[in-house]
């Protein structure tokens, strides 16, 4: 099998034993099959009161604690992981699938496969849930938005985003879809220069807050948005539209 980045990843039997290194991922599992997971980041907070063994971060993962954990397959992504700790768990005879999802069509073909291929499960409903409930029609009015990410230094969505393929057919057109990186930094003067109809402030990976993040741009309509519904794709995509309408008003 070739995962995501086209890597051939090959458990050695059945699939009874997953670490993830993405803090999206459990979610996924604890709604498909939550006896697979054994392990996961201590960034991974959903579903709430997630009882397995927690092994550092996503870019400083404890290695010898996830070769430890004996698991038949670790699951990453190509931005949240860096390829020389997954290097060192293949090394080990570890099997790795990464994912690599930047629009919301990819999402659902990367957890189909990452769920059915290499975990070996059936199709869960609640992706045929997720897959309807951003069916409806296209939006006609569209805003145009700068969307920070990050404070000191000011970082926003550059191109090329999940997060701003999800925005855009909410209505909401990234003004920095276009910019050579995928993350650019730009200065707090420039963003408020840059003639944006609304400022989109998630709660990750920068907690974004009223009183931390609207007050920097007093002239712009600002929106504080839930950043697990923005940028993670599992069960929450079923409700993400909704969500995302309310907070974007």
Same mark, same amino acid.
């Given at each position: 099998m070739l995962d995501d980045l086209g890597t051939p990843c090959t458990p050695h039997g059945a699939v009874r034993r997953v670490v993830s290194l993405v803090p999206s991922l459990p979610e996924s599992l604890a709604e498909t099959a939550p006896h697979l997971l054994v392990g996961a980041t201590g960034w991974c907070t959903h579903p709430a009161g997630l009882a397995v063994r927690r092994i550092g971060g996503t870019k400083n993962p404890d290695l010898a604690a996830i070769i430890a954990l004996e698991p038949d397959l670790v699951l990453a992504n190509?931005?949240?992981n860096r390829l020389a700790d997954l290097e060192t768990l293949r090394a080990a005879g570890i099997p790795v699938w990464v994912t690599r999802i930047r629009t919301l069509e990819e999402s659902f073909t990367s957890l189909r496969r990452a769920l059915t291929l290499a975990c070996g499960l059936p199709e869960p409903p609640?992706? +045929? +849930?997720?897959?309807r409930a951003?069916? +409806?029609?296209s939006v006609t009015e569209v805003r145009r938005a700068v969307i920070p990410i990050w404070r000191k230094p000011w970082m926003v969505l550059g191109r090329d985003t999940f997060a701003g393929d999800l925005l855009l057919r909410l209505g909401v057109r990234n003004l920095y879809a276009g910019h050579p990186e995928r993350y650019p930094k730009v200065?707090?003067?420039?963003?408020l220069a840059a003639g944006a109809d609304l400022v989109v402030l998630p709660d990750e990976p920068y907690r974004f807050t009223a009183e931390d993040g609207t007050g920097f741009f007093p002239e712009t309509p600002t929106a504080l948005v839930s950043g697990r519904h923005l940028t993670w794709y599992g069960p929450s995509l079923a409700e993400a539209p909704d969500v995302l309408r309310a907070a974007l008003g």
């Open positions: 190509e931005e949240e609640w992706l +045929a +849930a997720a897959q951003w069916s +409806a029609p200065a707090l003067p420039d963003l």
